[in-house]
């Protein structure tokens, strides 16, 4: 991705806490589309105030059909209770047809197991009241012990397929660029590795940010940032057209947000038992 400058360019500039309080009111205002570029992410809790927590405000724009561009590392995802992939990601089950009648005829050969056990029962329990012979008895208790032993291999191994996957998609009109971590040596140029510390948020077309806040609780509110701000169309137009070509270009090394969704999200065997992980 080649390098763009842009010059004279007429800014606002703000230093100090409480950097990105116009930003959210920005994003909660948004009705064309957003932007936002950042290494980290905030969690998906609920933050103190009563606020919608920053991802989760991403999320409410993107399901009501406002387009969303979201850049970010592999960072901003750690195994956590409230991972904000949980508030960017749905998780959604799709059966799986094929599982589903394997199940099916495995159930179907515990149930016969099942009625020839009962059978042998009745044929033992006759042979030992109406016969004396308890060698013949021994026998039969032996092997209906076996057939019960040999019905718990399909009625076990039914209980243990999964009859859906899961169907992993960024939510509503959003999508999803993640980089990997700069430990994995992503990128190399000159001797050197590149990683992404770009903090930009663009609304509307109309006005873009760009500073040391990452898209978190803490950089919005509460450290002590620096920021510009841009309101030249022209200027937020090509700063956009930048990020929409970094966004496509596949020479930049990402990973796919479907298995890394799947590695953060718990998925268990009995569907019944799923944790209600999806945050409204």
Same mark, same amino acid.
């Given at each position: ?22 930003? %959210? !009111? ?18 998906? %809790?609920?933050?103190? /105030? ?9 999320? /409410?724009?993107?399901?009501?059909? @406002? ?6 590392? !592999?960072?901003?995802? /750690? ?21 589903? !009648? ?13 009625? @020839? ?35 718990? @291999?399909?009625?076990? %191994? ?119 992980? %999806?945050?409204?």
């Amino acid at each position: 991705m080649e390098n763009k400058p842009i010059n004279n360019v007429r800014t606002d500039i703000y230093f100090g806490s409480g950097a990105g309080t116009e930003i %959210r !009111e920005k994003i909660k205002a948004a009705r064309k589309g957003i932007l936002v570029v950042s290494p980290f992410l905030a969690k998906s %809790r609920q933050p103190q /105030q009563g606020e919608a927590a920053l991802c989760i405000l991403l999320a /409410q724009k993107a399901e009501a059909g @406002i387009p969303v561009m979201l850049v970010t590392t !592999e960072a901003a995802f /750690q195994p956590s209770y409230d991972n904000p992939i949980y508030s960017l990601i749905n998780q959604d089950p799709v059966n799986d047809p094929a599982a589903i !009648e394997k199940k099916a005829k495995l159930k179907l050969h515990a149930r016969i197991w099942m009625t @020839i056990n009962i059978i042998l029962i009745l044929l033992c329990v006759t042979a030992f009241f109406l016969g004396n012979q308890p060698l013949m008895s021994i026998i039969s208790v032996g092997f209906i012990i076996l057939s019960f032993l040999l019905n718990q @291999i399909p009625y076990r %191994r039914s209980k243990m397929i999964q009859t859906f996957h899961y169907k992993y998609q960024p939510k509503g009109n959003m999508r999803i660029k993640i980089l990997k971590n700069y430990d994995h040596m992503r990128r190399r140029e000159n001797g050197h590795i590149q990683t992404l510390h770009s903090k930009i948020y663009c609304i509307d077309s109309e006005v873009a940010y760009i500073g040391s806040m990452n898209f978190t609780e803490a950089g919005f509110k509460y450290n002590f940032e620096s920021r510009v701000k841009i309101k030249d169309a022209n200027i937020v137009a090509d700063i956009e057209s930048y990020w929409q070509k970094f966004f496509n270009d596949n020479n930049i090394p990402e990973i796919p947000w479907g298995p890394l969704a799947a590695s953060c999200f718990e998925i268990p065997i009995n569907w019944q038992k799923l944790p209600q992980y %999806r945050i409204q």
